[in-house]
């Protein structure tokens, strides 16, 4: 837990110059430019910045280092829970509402948008530049070369194959072109 704590008091304390010049003794920040730049190819609604702050990080004990992960990855490609954490349904619901950092959740809770360490990684010019470098980089390995697409591909045929008892094929087929659709607006 030290590590851990070491690491957010780092993140809530240090000055601008310091977070810049330091961050690096903390976090892995090549890795947690292309997580930011992947979370916002794939429009994950529900990451380090959604409503839940969902991510995880993970200490590697032989670099020193913060890694963060993925926590899940299932309101991506414009996919939003109704009601903004409770509600029923998935259809895609547009952009992530802007406001007062704050979003209804279910039941009434508020539940917060934003991260410190993302917010802080993003403010910074170079930092920033990292996340730029990166998308690019996805974008070519993902989207330009059609590996996205052949991997799409790939699970529909998949799931049409082993799970139509469980999926309709027509389900399949429209999430499949809803997912492609997202690709080629990419």
């Given at each position: 837990m030290a590590p851990l704590a070491t690491f957010l008091e780092?993140?809530?304390?240090?000055?601008?110059a310091t977070?810049?010049?330091?961050?690096?003794?903390?976090?892995?920040?090549?890795?947690?430019?292309?997580?930011?730049?992947?979370?916002?190819?794939v429009?994950?609604?529900?990451?380090?910045?959604g409503p839940g702050n969902n991510s995880y990080l993970s200490?590697?004990?032989?670099?020193?280092?913060m890694t963060v992960v993925n926590w899940?990855?299932?309101?991506?490609?414009?996919?939003?829970?109704?009601?903004?954490?409770?509600g029923q349904g998935g259809a895609p619901q547009g952009d992530r509402p802007a406001g007062g950092g704050q979003r209804p959740g279910a039941g009434g809770n508020a539940m917060s948008t934003g991260n410190i360490l993302s917010e802080r990684f993003l403010e910074n010019v170079d930092f920033a530049g990292l996340v730029d470098v990166a998308t690019a980089d996805l974008t070519a390995t993902l989207f330009t070369?059609?590996?996205?697409?052949?991997?799409?591909?790939?699970?529909?045929?998949?799931?049409?194959?082993?799970?139509?008892?469980?999926?309709?094929?027509?389900?399949?087929?429209?999430?499949?072109?809803?997912?492609?659709e997202f690709f080629a607006q990419g």
């Open positions: 780092f993140l809530n304390v240090s000055d601008d977070f810049a010049a330091n961050l690096d003794q903390y976090l892995d920040i090549e890795s947690f430019a292309t997580y930011l730049a992947y979370q916002d190819l429009d994950n609604y529900d990451d380090i910045d200490y590697d004990a032989s670099t020193g280092l899940d990855l299932n309101l991506t490609f414009g996919v939003r829970n109704a009601g903004y954490g409770g070369s059609g590996a996205a697409q052949d991997t799409l591909d790939a699970w529909a045929a998949v799931l049409t194959a082993q799970a139509g008892d469980l999926v309709p094929a027509t389900t399949i087929a429209e999430e499949a072109a809803a997912i492609e």
